[in-house]
């Protein structure tokens, strides 16, 4: 069942991202009166899954889940119809068009990726609201168990200030790609100011240790069950425990540090049970734990205890535009910083290119249309990048030299395109069967 609310999510989040592309495309091109030969979803190699004309178009799937495509009488695409393109152009081919039309034909996909990402984040903001933990609310810290940030410098309880200069107010989701993206962190640690210069390749070792939260709240130490083996049997579940042999364990992490040094000893504990504080003797066995399996408590739980305070902001229709706007922004500038990481072969970043598992993965195993939309305005916005990079091929590639022609008056010969186009088909397949050789290799290693 698992396997199939992901599936349902990553399927559906493509097919919308594909269409509505493809849509940018085809709706300037009929507004032009341009010929839209095919538009389909999924490509339709050799044969379709369903297909139906009207008109001059024939709409349809195809059994290929790679992407889509809509086919333009008159342009050399991915088609490569050497037979038309032999015959004198038509008025209604894409050739005959003037290049400015051609233009907004060819950036008609990208704009609508990049309008979609927009609207969902508005329609977010609207819907869901902002829920975080302010900055300056995190009293003791941050939570550090990610082996990369040890080594970068990072330490449990320190407190993020800035990041690159820029103050973090707000402790959410986002906190993580900010560091990742970062070249300074000033945090602050026993009350002084220090600044942690990023590694050039952090990226690369991000990948090197088992895969964790770069950072994460502190959580209390939370009794979920307690094993048959165990022979602390006073302790019951949903038991928080605040002290361990007199020393304050407010989090797990303090916990970890007070039963390490204590293995082998029975130890006064102080555990709140039910809303009273219960005094209790607990045995460490020679590993320094309990046996005990941890549990959890929600965020509501937590700020009921006075753990962290949990900040609910909700927008009015008009007030949720800049907030959107702001939101896609800033996902926009972040992949860009990504991409330039991933061209960077300095930061090894391009090691962590991945292909359709990797997108896949994106998507939870538990259906929330509240995540739904969110990974699918970063995968629009992702689109919309990356079909701007200038490979011929790509919507990019045409854009090129589209405007070569505009600025220098002269259009390349259809000879000249032709072979873009196969060398940037070439290209296209390479990059393809590394992103997707690179999740092979990462599910083989278990990375």
């Given at each position: 069942m698992d396997l199939f609310i992901k599936l349902s999510q990553f399927l559906m989040s493509l097919s919308l991202l594909i269409i509505l592309h493809e849509l940018g495309h085809f709706i300037p091109?009929?507004?032009?009166?341009?010929?839209?030969?095919?538009f389909y979803l999924f490509f339709d190699v050799k044969y379709s899954l369903i297909k139906k004309k009207f008109g001059d178009t024939e709409y349809g799937i195809g059994w290929l889940p790679l992407g889509g495509y809509v086919k333009i009488s008159g342009m050399i695409d991915e088609s490569m119809d050497k037979e038309q393109m032999a015959l004198p152009p038509q008025p209604w081919e894409f050739r005959s068009k003037p290049a400015y039309q051609r233009l907004i034909i060819m950036l008609g996909g990208v704009t609508v990726n990049f309008i979609l990402a927009f609207i969902i984040y508005i329609g977010m903001a609207f819907v869901y609201g902002d829920t975080y933990i302010a900055n300056a609310d995190m009293k003791d810290g941050i939570l550090i168990e990610n082996q990369a940030m040890l080594n970068a410098g990072f330490q449990t309880g320190d407190k993020i200030i800035s990041v690159d200069g820029t103050k973090i107010e707000k402790f959410d989701n986002d906190i993580n790609m900010k560091i990742v993206l970062g070249k300074e962190v000033l945090i602050e640690r026993n009350g002084a100011p220090q600044t942690i210069k990023m590694p050039n390749d952090f990226v690369d070792q991000l990948s090197k240790f088992e895969k964790s939260s770069i950072v994460g709240i502190r959580m209390p130490f939370v009794i979920g069950a307690v094993s048959d083996e165990s022979s602390n049997t006073e302790l019951k579940a949903k038991d928080v425990v605040l002290?361990?042999?007199?020393?304050?364990?407010?989090?797990f992490d303090q916990a970890q540090t007070i039963l390490e040094n204590n293995k082998g000893k029975t130890i006064a504990a102080t555990v709140l049970r039910d809303q009273k504080e219960e005094q209790i003797q607990v045995a460490v066995d020679n590993d320094g734990k309990l046996g005990v399996q941890l549990g959890?408590?929600?965020?509501?739980?937590?700020?009921?205890?006075g753990f962290y305070k949990v900040s609910k902001q909700e927008y009015g229709f008009f007030e949720s535009i800049p907030v959107g706007i702001t939101k896609g922004k800033d996902q926009l500038v972040g992949y860009g910083k990504q991409l330039k990481m991933i061209f960077?072969?300095?930061?090894?970043?391009?090691?962590?290119?991945?292909?359709f598992k990797a997108i896949f993965d994106i998507f939870p195993s538990t259906w929330s249309w509240e995540t739904f939309w969110a990974?699918?305005?970063?995968?629009?916005?992702?689109l919309g990048v990356m079909n701007l990079l200038p490979i011929p091929a790509l919507d990019g590639g045409h854009v090129m030299f589209l405007l070569y022609e505009i600025i220098s008056g002269k259009k390349p010969s259809d000879k000249?395109?032709?072979?873009?186009?196969?060398?940037?088909?070439v290209l296209l397949i390479t990059l393809l069967l590394f992103a997707n050789g690179n999740d092979i290799y990462k599910s083989i290693v278990g990375r």
């Open positions: 091109a009929k507004l032009f009166k341009t010929r839209v030969e095919k002290t361990l042999n007199g020393e304050a364990a407010k989090y959890g408590l929600a965020m509501a739980n937590l700020e009921k205890l960077s072969p300095s930061t090894g970043a391009y090691k962590q290119v991945g292909g990974i699918t305005a970063l995968l629009s916005i992702m000249f395109l032709e072979n873009a186009q196969m060398v940037g088909f």
